[in-house]
């Protein structure tokens, strides 16, 4: 049953009216988990339980008990601040917030309402016949409302020039002719406000319950305070130029840090698996063949090779710069990784990273003599030079990374070719740019899931979580 | 009720050394009474294993520690048969006693080696179990940690069940190289330990270090939040960094921060070659003293 509805029943048959501790703790568990915390209903009962132990009468106390039942990592620990600080409030304020809603909706209508009239004058010359002709629906009518008042004048303008021009059914083309612009202007709207909305925190979901939406809205849009956490959550694409030298140490602190748990990792890598018989006995023969020490038999892991290989093609440019820099920093743990480009065909560039250059230089020389950087993706063709002159690197212990958004032609062929590359290798990891809520739209993906695991990797954040948990319990 | 035994719970820890804020005391609290595990993150020297230890000198007993590592496993950290000691025994009554008597006694708590989980849950008194580390355990092991964190009973196959005489107070702790499970998570209380704010860390280095007096220490808890928060660390200086920074500093005679002194000391404060290049940069060490002389 989903957690949501036993919280809600639970909240209906454990309160009887709406201002019981009950009532109100299992409807913030509910707000955290629409957050994205992981708040079981174990860890809501804990909760209940903890705060009968608690001082009510003390804020501190009641948002210490929770956050120790409630909140289980630090980013948790954070949004649990934040909306307690927003739930936990008094009635006095939670009115004069439910009225500055309803005021907020007020103003809306009656902004929508006086964008109708402007656009209506606009147009009354010319649809006197038939007033009703310019209908827009309330979106496009909020669009026109919220642009830039030169553009409104231009839209105007153009209605204006229109009216000179002799056609057969003017009321038609004006209302396609506001319609499509309208509707242009509201992608472009929404297209910045989704990637503000990314900045915020990505896992937020609404309730449909206006008052807990509030919360949550809220807490999801304000979450990054700090400039690490926003930028190790926001899609690479769209850092801006004065985050990136921030990000650059980022991906360095990151990649030591898990370059190190690797090498540590590979360090200890004899592990007792079975007695070895043979050294038994020549051990304990000083014992007359008693075993009394045993020796064990370590079976020897061997170090994982990476190989690269990264799309750069146009829409991949941005993203392939920082990837490659994060496995530049592994390298330091792996010996050196193979590296390679791609776009409409595939180039080697393992030989720039292995001149000891710093980084920057070599990605500008790289740059300077690619021939593939900004084309279009062929990954077939890409994959097939691979596996004609560089099959040779790969070996069972070889792990290949795969960075791109699969928006490539002829994607069926290269999935064979990505089989044969598979059978070679230890293990293919496909990191997607994608939004993995965009994969279904997209055929070419359904193809190569068939094939490789793929992950979604946009943000740092994503990049780290999938090389820390995905790739090292793989390998 | 909370209020009492969560001052004298605050008392007790600062009386043994540990100063800490309400929001660790209240955690600390709630994993006593409600008897569950308490799990500590933060970074590495904030005083994460220090919890548990106090918490032995505040109730006066044992500290059990189990300090994980990649490839710990149960042997280690429950129990394993003395075999040795077994293979001798049945050398020795080879002949003196009936087979099914020699196995009876070959398989009695008396040959059991007791590791720190079993040690922790068989103790007369209740104890404190630290688990120090635990992201550095692999998962089939923390499936294990958590089943007995919840039932606080061992299955050993040739004794029976075992349970625990005393529930222990169990401390968690992890720096984060690894997330735990959900499992493990739920079955805690979590407590996120972080830097210290200057009073905080002023405070911590007068009871701890004393003796270098309360202008010296201030201008150490200054610098060392400036540090944090200025620059851009790999490593960032830890409380246990900061103590023995203040204590360094204590052994030059200094009585203040000077650009000569924190050039001499900075090896005690940064861990890596970038950042202390970056600490020695002439304008960060002007900025520091400026800073700590004229904090406002």
């Not at chain 1, 009950?22 to 174990?42: D, K, M």
């Not at chain 1, 600080?85 to 009115?95: G, Y």
């Amino acid at each position: 049953m989903d957690l949501d509805n036993v919280t809600a029943i639970l909240a209906e048959v454990g309160s009887t009216g709406k201002d019981t501790i009950e009532y109100n703790i299992t409807r913030f568990a509910q707000i955290l988990r629409h957050l994205g915390v992981r708040v079981s209903l174990a860890e809501t009962m804990d909760a209940l339980g903890a705060l009968s132990k608690a001082d009510l009468l003390s804020r501190d106390q009641v948002r210490g008990v929770l956050r120790a039942c409630l909140a289980k990592s630090r980013k948790e620990a954070g949004i649990f601040e934040e909306a307690f600080n927003l739930f936990f409030v008094t009635p006095e304020e939670k009115l004069a917030r439910q009225t500055n809603r309803r005021e907020m909706q007020t103003e809306r209508r009656r902004i929508i309402n006086e964008a109708q009239q402007e656009i209506m004058e606009a147009v009354s010359e010319w649809q006197q016949d038939e007033p009703d002709k310019t209908i827009l629906t309330e979106s496009q009518l909020e669009t026109f409302s919220l642009l830039p008042e030169e553009e409104k004048e231009r839209m105007k303008e153009i209605l204006e020039k229109m009216k000179s021009n002799p056609v057969n059914n003017p009321g038609e083309l004006i209302n396609r002719v506001l319609q499509s612009s309208l509707n242009y202007w509201r992608y472009h709207m929404m297209k910045n406000a989704e990637m503000e909305k990314n900045a915020g925190l990505p896992d937020a979901r609404l309730t449909g319950d206006e008052e807990m939406d509030e919360v949550i809205q809220s807490v999801a849009a304000h979450f990054y305070h700090n400039p690490g956490d926003r930028i190790m959550h926001r899609d690479m694409e769209s850092l801006e130029d004065g985050d990136i030298s921030r990000m650059t140490s980022l991906i360095n602190y990151i990649s030591a840090q898990l370059a190190l748990g690797m090498s540590r990792r590979y360090k200890k890598s004899s592990r007792a698996v079975s007695v070895d018989i043979r050294r038994t006995l020549r051990r304990n023969m000083r014992y007359g063949g008693i075993p009394i020490n045993l020796s064990y038999r370590s079976k020897r892991k061997k170090r994982p090779r990476f190989l690269l290989i990264c799309d750069v093609s146009a829409s991949m440019a941005r993203y392939a710069r920082f990837i490659m820099q994060f496995m530049y920093g592994l390298g330091s743990a792996l010996g050196g990784i193979e590296s390679f480009i791609f776009s409409e065909d595939l180039e080697r560039i393992t030989d720039y990273f292995n001149r000891k250059k710093d980084f920057t230089q070599s990605m500008a020389r790289i740059i300077n003599d690619s021939r593939q950087w900004g084309k279009s993706t062929n990954l077939y063709v890409s994959l097939a030079t691979f596996n004609s002159r560089y099959r040779k690197l790969l070996s069972p212990e070889t792990v290949v990374f795969i960075v791109s958004d699969a928006k490539t032609i002829s994607p069926e062929r290269a999935a064979k070719l990505l089989e044969d590359i598979k059978l070679r290798c230890g293990h293919i990891v496909w990191l997607n740019t994608l939004p993995a809520r965009e994969w279904a739209g997209h055929p070419p993906i359904k193809i190569f899931k068939k094939v490789v695991d793929m992950y979604e990797c946009n943000t740092l954040s994503q990049l780290e979580r999938t090389l820390r948990r995905q790739v090292m319990r793989n390998i | 009720m909370m209020n009492t035994g969560l001052r004298d719970l605050k008392n007790a820890m600062e009386r043994q050394g540990y100063i800490c804020g309400d929001d660790l005391a209240v955690t600390v609290y709630l994993a006593l009474t409600l008897k569950k595990p308490l799990l500590v993150e933060g970074a590495p020297g904030v005083g994460k294993t220090e919890i548990a230890k106090v918490l032995g000198r505040v109730f006066e007993t044992e500290v059990i520690r189990l300090q994980c590592y990649e490839g710990l496993d149960e042997n280690k950290a429950l129990y394993e048969w003395n075999y040795q000691r077994q293979l001798l025994k049945i050398q020795i009554m080879k002949d003196k006693c009936r087979q099914e008597d020699m196995e009876k006694d070959l398989f009695d708590e008396e040959y059991l080696l007791k590791r720190p989980l079993l040690k922790a849950i068989r103790s007369d008194k209740r104890v404190v179990l630290l688990i120090d580390e635990v992201d550095k355990v692999d998962e089939p092991f923390e499936a294990f940690l958590f089943e007995l964190l919840s039932d606080f009973q061992v299955s050993i196959p040739e004794l029976g069940t075992l349970s625990a005489r005393h529930i222990p107070i169990v401390v968690l702790t992890s720096n984060g190289d690894r997330e735990l499970s959900d499992g493990l998570k739920r079955r805690c209380v979590y407590l996120y330990i972080d830097y210290p704010d200057i009073e905080k860390e002023v405070k911590i280095l007068q009871t701890k270090v004393p003796e270098a007096g309360e202008r010296l220490n201030r201008e150490v808890a200054a610098a060392v939040n400036y540090l944090r928060s200025n620059l851009d660390l790999r490593k960032q200086p830890s409380i246990s960094e900061s103590l023995d920074w203040a204590r360094a500093l204590l052994a030059l005679n200094a009585d203040g921060l000077t650009i000569e002194n924190i050039s001499a000391t900075t090896n005690l404060l940064m861990k890596n070659r970038e950042d202390s290049l970056q600490l020695l940069d002439p304008g960060v060490l002007r900025d520091i003293v400026k800073h700590v002389t004229n904090p406002s």
